[in-house]
């Protein structure tokens, strides 16, 4: 009997041990995928405001130095998505030791016409940047534009289930200031005889616009989650590739629809630093923008819509820094306050995050010590 009773002893003292490195190997696997996960998130970050900042100077050089066809400005957006295509070509690695869950995956129908209503929305919303730039004095646009952010809230909330905390309200509120900061200076170009009309057209195209590009998100959003339901990134690179190449066919069908191709030849050869450098600016607006692309959608993927958002509106608050750097730009106080109030918007929605993974983590623990328990 006594050996009987100490083999029991020794199975259960076995079992436990089991049961604590079993718990372990979950631990370390947990937080190793968390790691992944905000490691990508980082470089998705780094994509999105490195090719922001990159084609807004790119864009702002090529009008400088003579160049006048938006078409080509607005083709140079998109045109970088064959850079994706050796990517999308090349076979997933299949890794044996997991097992997958079988996901029914969509027809090449649906997936078509998503490609083009996400395509075809955002050529409608640029355009609709585009004529309220041209209504608005630039102060008005901006403030206007700036309430993009606060659109995405609402349209995350109500399409994609988004929690709302106070943390990531003070994060929108500060982000759209940071964005809007623009109104408070005093700016040359805007004329102070503006038409009723001009100002109604103006601001109706940029609200437009503002919603749609809010939308926009919130569909890319809901299209990953109910459409695309595969967890591989090379789903992000699809949608980035398909998405700029009927965003491309649209811009390109305007540029010869308006007629401005007859102008290229001239264009290139009166722009003042010679055709080498129109041709490689256009190029690495192409690829700039390309990343940008890849990183919004990636950070949509991987995070949010919101969460994408909000780090376009910190991007758009650190582009006077590479301008002061690379084309000697004067910065001024207003532009530091943009920039502040841009990191303090960001550190706090980055500070909910790390309030969720800590509850999380919480639920986590106590969850075990309940097992423990019973056990």
Wanted: net charge negative.
């Amino acid at each position: 009997m006594e050996g009987a009773h100490e083999k029991l002893l020794h199975l259960t003292f076995e079992e436990a041990e089991g049961t604590e490195s079993s718990e372990n190997a979950k631990t370390n696997s947990l937080q190793s995928s968390k790691f992944i996960l905000w490691l990508q998130i980082f470089i998705f970050t780094f994509f999105t405001i490195g090719g922001q900042a990159a084609g807004t100077l790119l864009g702002r050089v090529y009008y400088e130095q003579g160049g006048q066809t938006r078409w080509i400005a607005t083709l140079a957006q998109t045109a970088g998505f064959s850079i994706l295509l050796p990517f999308i070509c090349y076979p997933s690695p299949k890794n044996h030791n997991e097992q997958e869950p079988t996901i029914h995956q969509p027809s090449i129908f649906v997936r078509a016409s998503v490609y083009i209503f996400l395509g075809l929305f955002q050529v409608v919303n640029s355009m609709s940047f585009t004529v309220g730039v041209q209504y608005l004095p630039a102060s008005t646009y901006s403030l206007i534009a700036g309430s993009q952010l606060a659109f995405n809230a609402i349209t995350s909330f109500l399409l994609n289930g988004q929690k709302i905390t106070a943390i990531i309200l003070n994060s929108i509120v500060l982000l759209s200031f940071s964005s809007s900061a623009v109104v408070f200076q005093n700016e040359t170009g805007d004329s102070g005889e503006i038409s009723q009309k001009s100002l109604l057209i103006g601001f109706a195209a940029t609200t437009f616009g503002s919603l749609g590009y809010a939308l926009q998100f919130s569909f890319t959003e809901l299209a990953f989650q109910k459409v695309f339901k595969s967890s591989t990134l090379k789903e992000v690179m699809k949608m980035s590739f398909f998405v700029g190449f009927f965003v491309a066919i649209a811009s390109l069908t305007g540029l010869f629809a308006s007629g401005d191709w007859r102008d290229l030849e001239k264009e290139m050869g009166e722009y003042r630093t010679g055709k080498s450098s129109y041709v490689i600016n256009l190029v690495c607006s192409a690829i700039a923008w390309q990343l940008y692309a890849l990183g919004s959608f990636g950070l949509v993927f991987k995070a949010s819509s919101l969460f994408s958002n909000v780090v376009i509106n910190l991007g758009t608050s650190i582009v006077p820094i590479f301008a002061m750097v690379f084309l000697k730009d004067r910065m001024t106080g207003l532009k530091v306050l943009s920039l502040l109030l841009g990191l303090w918007g960001y550190a706090s929605y980055i500070y909910q995050h790390y309030l969720d993974d800590l509850k999380a983590k919480t639920s986590e623990i106590k969850a075990s010590d309940d097992q423990d328990d019973d056990f």
